[in-house]
Structure formats: C-alpha cells, structure tokens
C-alpha cells in the first residue's frame, strides 16, 4: 500500500513497505520518493513552466541519526519536517519519473488528470528525455500526486538500474543511500 503525504505545497513524499534497496549484507534500507513541483521560470508560448522532479531518500526510520539530530536542533519535530529536512539538506538519488510512463505513451490517461505540455529536453548526462511541463503548481502538484505517485512502484523493479546511475556530484545512487542510512 502506498502512502502518499504532503511535505509542503510544492512536495509530496510516497512510500512503502515493498519498496527497499539492499546491499548484500545487513538490513535492505527502506526508501522513499520525494516529488517536487520546480517553477523553471522559463515559459513556453502556452505558459507551461512546471516540472516534478523526483528524487529517491531512505525513509525516515532508515535514516541517520545525526541528519535525524540535526534537524532536531533547527527546532523540527514532525515526520514531515525531518524528510523535508532530509531532502532539502542531502538530496536524493535522482529519478526520472516520465521514465516510467513515458509522456507520450501515456495513451491520454494522464491529460484526464491535469493538462500539461510535454517537450524534449537535454537531461544534465546529455541524453534526451521526454517531460511533462505544467501551467502552474496546483496542476503539476495534482498530477503528482494522481499518476507519479500511482506509478512510482514501477521504480522499484528496476531499482539495481535507477541507483547504479552515476550521480553529477560523483558516485552512484548506491552512495548517496549509503550515506544518507542509519550506519
């Protein structure tokens, strides 16, 4: 069962018990997805300047103590308040999440959700990758939360794949997790 909870108005924060990544030794490491609304402040001739991005976090019984400490210190006490602390402080493994389903094999299904413009971008590694825009944040947050977060397990049957990426700060998703999870 997925559990889909707000972070902030731009985050949602999905998770479940199936969803783990596991090292071969020790305890598999409980993960979480991070979806977030970014405003690219660059509008097409539609207005359509929203994309999710998506990154991958351990869930917050997963998490190390001392991120849990220093968030404590910065007076933040809810579960929410500590995975956003968590993201916003120590990122997480990126996802692409229109790899999933990509926007133009959606079959339409998606446009019943919110209206969105898709366009064909130069991701950061230099591949082309399809994405979904939206006109405002209460479209691209709906679309969130209505078909990412639906499809987001899918991510995990390929998970080996997603953290074994090369990350643009060095080192592979493996690594961030690493670093991130209880030690």
Not at 16 to 40: F, I, K, N, Q, T
């Amino acid at each position: 069962m997925l559990n889909i909870t707000n972070l902030s108005d731009r985050q949602l924060y999905v998770e479940s018990d199936r969803w783990h990544c596991s090292y071969g030794y020790g305890e598999p490491v409980r993960l979480g997805l991070v979806l977030e609304a970014v405003d690219l402040a660059i509008r097409d001739e539609e207005g359509f300047s929203y994309v999710i991005d998506a990154g991958l976090i351990p869930q917050l019984d997963f998490l190390d103590a001392e991120i849990l400490e220093e968030a404590k210190s910065e007076g933040l006490e809810t579960r929410e308040e500590l995975l956003r602390y968590a993201y916003e402080c120590y990122g997480g493994v990126p996802v692409n999440i229109d790899a999933v389903q990509p926007p133009k094999a959606s079959c339409g299904m998606s446009s019943f959700v919110a209206r969105s413009n898709i366009s064909t971008v130069i991701a950061g590694t230099g591949e082309e990758m399809e994405t979904r825009h939206f006109q405002d944040l209460v479209e691209a947050m709906s679309f969130a939360r209505d078909f990412y977060a639906v499809y987001a397990p899918v991510i995990f049957g390929f998970i080996d794949m997603v953290l074994d990426h090369p990350l643009r700060v060095g080192g592979t998703g493996w690594d961030k997790i690493r670093q991130m999870a209880k030690k």
